[in-house]
């Protein structure tokens, strides 16, 4: 079936850039998510790209998408304490109904 | 507009006993889905609903677990005779349109099983 592998922690500190990398195995991905959530939290979604798309910027986030190695990368710039959290790709496509199938989240610890 | 609303936010039950999990959607929103996260785990699809009509259910357990979205009221899902396993974060998102839209969740309900 279709899955969405994330790497579980990343480290940075407090005004470098955070990338976090996705990658999925559905071809026929449609729409891939990243979520931002915040313990004891719901899931906020951050931003969205479709899959004919390779980049999407908004502020301070970019997101790039590599449709041939089906590779997904969140960048934040200026990476603040309030980033840190755990942040999840997500992908949905017509298989299956256009089901949301989420990575296991990678934590994103910020230093000051 | 206030966003998806469940409640209760943290729910404790002995094994045995019953769960109920309330999930109000988004003003304007006719489609909700429930998500189970387990700890140090993504979330998983369980259920898609309509008003009144199940979509799709490939994600839920085949026993105990049900859910409902009446006419009137808030989508319920429901676990019968919980077990120590099913602890876990029950998620509920909705959308507008269908699946083809974005989801907006809610802030979950733990649910703790002794």
């Known amino acids: 079936g279709e899955d969405v592998e994330q790497s579980l922690f990343l480290s940075v500190r407090e005004g470098d850039s955070s990338v976090i990398n996705c990658t999925y195995t559905?071809?026929?991905?449609?729409?891939l998510y990243w979520y931002k959530q915040e313990p004891g939290a719901g899931l906020q979604l951050l931003t969205y790209?479709?899959?004919?798309?390779d980049m999407k910027q908004d502020q301070r986030l970019t997101v790039l998408l590599n449709k041939k190695d089906k590779h997904l990368s969140l960048r934040i710039a200026d990476t603040q304490t309030g980033d840190s959290a755990i942040y999840f790709c997500a992908e949905s496509s017509n298989t299956g109904g256009f089901k949301t199938i989420f990575g296991a989240g990678t934590r994103l610890f910020v230093k000051a | 507009n206030a966003g998806v609303m469940q409640n209760p936010r943290h729910l404790v039950r002995r094994r045995g006993q019953e769960a109920r999990l309330r999930c109000s959607p988004m003003?304007?929103?006719?489609?909700v889905y429930w998500y189970r996260q387990l700890p140090e785990e993504g979330l998983k699809f369980m259920v898609y609903l309509q008003k009144e009509n199940i979509i799709d259910e490939s994600g839920m357990p085949k026993e105990r677990f049900s859910a409902e979205f009446p006419k009137e009221g808030p989508s319920i899902l429901r676990i019968q005779q919980v077990v120590r396993g099913d602890s876990a974060a029950y998620f509920c998102?909705?959308?507008?349109?269908?699946?083809?839209?974005?989801?907006?969740f809610g802030p979950g309900t733990r649910l703790t099983v002794l």
């Open positions: 998102a909705s959308s507008p349109a269908g699946p083809r839209d974005t989801q907006y």
């Open positions: 003003k304007g929103h006719s489609h």
């Open positions: 559905d071809s026929s991905s449609t729409y």
């Open positions: 790209i479709f899959s004919n798309m």
